[in-house]
């Protein structure tokens, strides 16, 4: 007769080990996969990777350099800027339908919550560079280009965090201005955008962040800001003037980041 003291159930230790186990021979197989000869490894790539590294260290600061990296500087803010603004103005509207907060009725709530995630998730699907070339082929090489590129799938990014935000939102002091007679609308103006707001504005920020980046990557297409002088540096292997430019595009990110802290600080002062 089998004792059951000596049955031992599978416990989700043992799942981690199975989990480790499948994920180390997948990177094993992969690796064996990999083609280790000459074409994979570049022979002259640690002595160029030295030459950029210590290129970091002599950025050129002459006063044309500097100059054109101001003004690069603020193409890119102004790109990224804009651009959080057209995912705000698309994200917003879009992102509190898709939480189903305002929606009473099931059917009603179900088709809203559907629609808005779909058209979310078509924004967010496609990336950044994928717009741009369709922006380029519509508009131009144009700061309308770049703008709409960051916009349209930082639009779907937003409006997806920020119905979710707004769902989490704690449902007790809802009820309380529910059960005053407050409409749905009333609750969700006085109740739960509030509550959610320093979550909302933490998130805005720190996609203002990638937006700053993304503004950069836009310069890679043709579209200006400080990537496109990156890539003229880099084109030309004036790593030095390269640096200087990533150093101004750290900056920005920096600045961005010193920005939020103090809004977030004050917020919850």
Known sequence: MLRLSRITP?????????????????????????????????????????????????PR????????????AWTTVALAVAGLTVALAIGVPIGVFASGVLARETRFK?????????????FRSIHELVWAWIFIVAVGLSPMAAVLA?????????????????QDVPEAPLQALRSSGASEW?????????MATPDILSYTYYRLECGIRAAAVMGFVGLGGLGTEIQLSLQDLDYSRAWTF????????ALIDIWSSMVRRRIAA
């Open 246 to 253: 990533l150093y101004f595009l750290i900056a920005l990110v």
């Open 150 to 166: 960051i916009g349209i799938p930082y639009a779907g990014i937003l409006g997806r965090v920020y119905a979710d935000l707004l």
């Open 186 to 194: 009333r609750v969700f103006l006085y109740g739960r955008l509030p």
């Open 110 to 122: 179900v088709l809203n919550i559907g629609a808005a995630r779909f058209a979310l998730a078509f």
């Open 10 to 58: 599978i416990t989700s230790v043992d799942n981690r080990k199975w989990l480790t186990l499948i994920l180390g021979g997948a990177l094993v197989l992969s690796l064996l996969q990999v083609d280790w000869g000459s074409s994979a490894v570049h022979t002259g790539g640690l002595a160029a990777a030295g030459e950029i590294i210590g290129s970091a260290f002599t």
């Open 61 to 72: 600061v002459d006063i044309g350099t500097l100059g054109k990296a101001f003004s690069e």
